[in-house]
């Protein structure tokens, strides 16, 4: 636990993983022994990671907080120093959350769709209000945080906030029990749904309207001729049969044009032959 034989090691460690901004020892009193970067020693008899190295002989302990030195959202990770089985001191190093605070912060969909992640303790690391970062406000009574705690099995779910606004949400966490969750109001969120359904109803009916006028119109136009051959075949019934049945096309009213001008011919030719006789 000499402080000059500690610190050449602490800046190997720390240049041999430059994502740790701070490598550093504190002996079981909480006081900073040696550091990485250099700069002054700090008091760390409050953090919990020392806290359960030393009081609670955990191997390794972790904590989210803000950084002494960084002051910025950090993940510290703690192992004991032994010497003949004794603890002696606490080895630990720092790393930011920054970047992966800057993702998690700045996610948004529309107007009220964020994210946000807390550590196993339900402690904020990363959310879009800073305040609640920088003050390591706890979110045990969130639903979706409440809801991962009880099993630790992702979900999804719809809650009511305290603003009477319906929201859904999704939750999903890592072995250790660190939670991501994405939430929006469920107004927004289903109203390019409820937009495509009125679009899709609109048209359904305007397709009704559309069929039902082409339906009108074709029927119309399918029984003007055939009235026409059933009056036709009325007056050659009563014996009119001077007029010649006009047709064209060569569809089915077509073809019963051409059979009903046939049986006139054929009429009025008999009666000729009739009157003849006579």
Known sequence: MRPEEQAAT????????????????????????????????????????????????????????????????????????????????????????????????????????????????????AHPREEFVLSQTHLNDHPLISAFASDGQPRSMSFTQTDGEQVLGFVQGNKFRWALAVQQNEEELFAPLRLTLKLGLALLVAAAILVAFIARVSSKLLLRPILHMTDVADRMSMGELDTPVSFSGHDEIGLLAQSLERLRKSQRAALARLQRGA
């Open 10 to 125: 602490l800046a190997a460690i720390q240049r041999a993983y430059p994502w740790m901004y701070l490598v550093f020892t504190v002996a079981p009193d909480g006081k900073n022994v040696a550091r990485s970067d250099g700069k002054p020693l700090a008091d760390y008899s409050d953090r919990q990671y020392y806290k359960d190295v030393v009081a609670n002989g955990k191997a390794l302990s972790w904590e989210t907080l803000i950084g002494k030195t960084s002051n910025k959202p950090a993940l510290v990770l703690s192992v004991p120093i032994k010497a003949n089985g004794a603890v002696i001191g606490v080895m630990a190093a720092a790393m930011t959350v920054e970047d992966i605070s800057k993702i998690v912060a700045n996610w948004k969909v529309g107007r009220t769709g964020f994210a946000f992640l807390v550590d196993e303790k339900a402690k904020v690391v």
